[in-house]
């Protein structure tokens, strides 16, 4: 059985590489429309989807920026259109790229986080339905120090096909 869950695990992963090249390089972050939401010195901003177009599994992207004088950290992800919500790093190894999850991910005073294509990025396993351009989806993020934040991020298309 631990060899169908790596199977299963890389399928997963081929499909997120898949989607993450189909949305483009920075269009996720600079999106009119992009979900924003604040929580003491954290800003989350541009958060958007994609549609799945039949894909397993989704992914958000956004940034997040700390305007306060202290380091948090997003601790946890949840999203109630999907099983499961994670953060998730590409990696590349050589000729090999990969995603890793990330437990956590450190935001230090000052800094700007980017979930990006080929970067961190949220994923979205067991999706209950496809991801359709126009529909919005929740999502919670759990940060240690500013608490939750709530958002409803826009599926934009990836084209003017949509």
Do not use: K
């Amino acid at each position: 059985m631990p060899g169908a869950r790596r199977r299963a695990a890389r399928l997963a992963a081929l499909w997120a590489l898949a989607l993450a090249a189909s949305c483009g390089g920075d269009a996720p972050l600079d999106a009119a429309g992009g979900a924003a939401s604040a929580s003491g010195e954290l800003r989350v901003l541009g958060a958007v989807s994609h549609p799945t177009h039949g894909a397993p599994v989704g992914v958000v992207y956004l940034r997040i920026e700390n305007d306060g004088s202290q380091a948090d950290r997003l601790v946890a992800v949840e999203s109630s259109a999907a099983g499961s919500a994670q953060v998730h790093e590409t990696v590349f190894q050589g000729d090999a790229v990969r995603m890793v999850r990330r437990a956590e991910v450190e935001i230090p005073p000052g800094a700007r986080i980017v979930f990006e294509p080929g970067g961190l990025h949220i994923m979205l396993t067991g999706l209950d339905e496809p991801l359709r351009a126009g529909q919005a989806i929740p999502l919670r993020l759990d940060f240690e120090r500013a608490g939750t934040l709530r958002l409803s991020v826009p599926v934009l298309a990836n084209d003017a096909s949509g």
